[in-house]
């Protein structure tokens, strides 16, 4: 009778200490501003929404084949380097990475990867040599004009990227996040959070170099991005197999799955 005495009491004083533990917290439910959140920490965007300008960036190779852009690309992204190629005015492919506060930084960076043997010649890009700040400095020329310019250059090459949207097949925030940086603005990398940081914009309103963001997979999560230039179309890369390529916005997928407009300029 004792023996079960006590087992009772320890039975009611286990039971006391649980009821004055506190009680299990459900898993916090994921931030949607989160990558927008982490583009700010990243300096990639202020916090009020606007694209900051590009600083020194480091340049390398000119290539007559896709293929070896892309594999520079890769190997520098093994190493941790942000590193993206394009398609320049010469029909070659360069490499550019880095954005650095002064020249010595980039130069640093370069000389280092070049002691590597990872680079071979480099080229330091200056934040003056953008679109963005000779336009600003000059108050001559058109932004818009410069970054249609720029995607247009990737018409029909099959862009290969490795970047956040990978599982979508060609990573079409890659394209406009390539666009933006060559003309000195830092578009951030993730689709959605290119699509947080810009600022609405109305379909019918649509100009020149602003975004359009589609959820291709249903619902209303962002998972396609292009670039508007006029007239209803836009240019954008498309899944795996398929080159980059102009689209219209009435067409019936697109129209279904339009999520909505993007300016940041």
């Given at each position: 009778?004792?023996?079960?005495?006590?087992?009772l009491?320890?039975?009611?004083?286990?039971?006391l200490l649980?009821?004055c533990?506190?009680?299990?917290?459900?898993?916090?439910?994921?931030?949607?501003?989160a990558?927008?959140?982490?583009?700010?920490?990243?300096?990639?965007?202020?916090?009020?929404?606007?694209?900051?300008?590009?600083?020194?960036?480091i340049?390398?190779?000119?290539?007559?084949q896709?293929?070896?852009?892309?594999?520079?690309e890769?190997?520098?992204?093994?190493?941790?380097?942000?590193?993206?190629y394009?398609?320049?005015?010469?029909?070659?492919?360069k490499?550019?990475f880095?954005?650095h506060?002064s020249?010595q930084?980039a130069?640093?960076?370069a000389?280092q990867?070049?002691?590597?043997?990872?680079?071979?010649r480099?080229?330091i890009?200056?934040?003056?040599?953008?679109a963005?700040?000779?336009?600003?400095?000059?108050?001559q020329?058109?932004l818009?004009t410069?970054?249609?310019?720029?995607?247009?250059?990737?018409?029909g090459v099959?862009?290969?990227?490795?970047?956040?949207?990978?599982?979508?097949?060609?990573d079409?925030?890659g394209?406009?996040?390539?666009?933006?940086?060559?003309?000195?603005?830092?578009?951030?990398?993730n689709s959605?959070?290119?699509?947080?940081t810009?600022?609405?914009?109305?379909?019918?309103?649509l100009?020149?170099?602003d975004?359009?963001?589609?959820?291709?997979?249903?619902?209303k999560?962002?998972t396609?991005?292009?670039?508007?230039?006029g007239?209803?179309?836009f240019?954008h890369?498309?899944?795996?197999?398929?080159?980059?390529?102009?689209?219209?916005?009435?067409?019936?997928?697109?129209?279904?799955?339009?999520?909505g407009g993007r300016?940041?300029?």
């Amino acid at each position: 009778m004792h023996r079960y005495v006590s087992r009772l009491c320890c039975g009611i004083l286990l039971s006391l200490l649980l009821s004055c533990a506190p009680p299990s917290q459900p898993p916090a439910p994921a931030d949607p501003n989160a990558d927008l959140i982490a583009e700010i920490l990243k300096g990639t965007v202020s916090p009020t929404g606007s694209l900051t300008k590009m600083g020194f960036s480091i340049q390398v190779g000119a290539f007559s084949q896709l293929n070896n852009a892309v594999r520079l690309e890769q190997s520098l992204a093994q190493r941790g380097v942000d590193a993206y190629y394009f398609r320049h005015q010469s029909g070659l492919y360069k490499v550019r990475f880095g954005n650095h506060t002064s020249y010595q930084q980039a130069q640093s960076e370069a000389k280092q990867l070049q002691g590597q043997g990872v680079i071979e010649r480099f080229f330091i890009v200056i934040p003056e040599n953008y679109a963005a700040a000779r336009i600003q400095r000059s108050g001559q020329g058109d932004l818009r004009t410069e970054l249609v310019s720029t995607v247009e250059r990737f018409i029909g090459v099959p862009y290969r990227w490795g970047g956040e949207d990978r599982n979508n097949g060609f990573d079409c925030s890659g394209l406009t996040m390539v666009s933006y940086r060559l003309n000195g603005l830092n578009l951030p990398r993730n689709s959605r959070a290119q699509f947080k940081t810009g600022r609405y914009v109305a379909k019918k309103n649509l100009e020149k170099g602003d975004l359009v963001f589609f959820a291709t997979k249903g619902g209303k999560r962002v998972t396609h991005v292009g670039m508007y230039i006029g007239r209803g179309k836009f240019i954008h890369a498309p899944r795996t197999g398929k080159t980059v390529r102009v689209a219209k916005l009435s067409n019936s997928f697109f129209k279904k799955t339009y999520v909505g407009g993007r300016s940041y300029l």
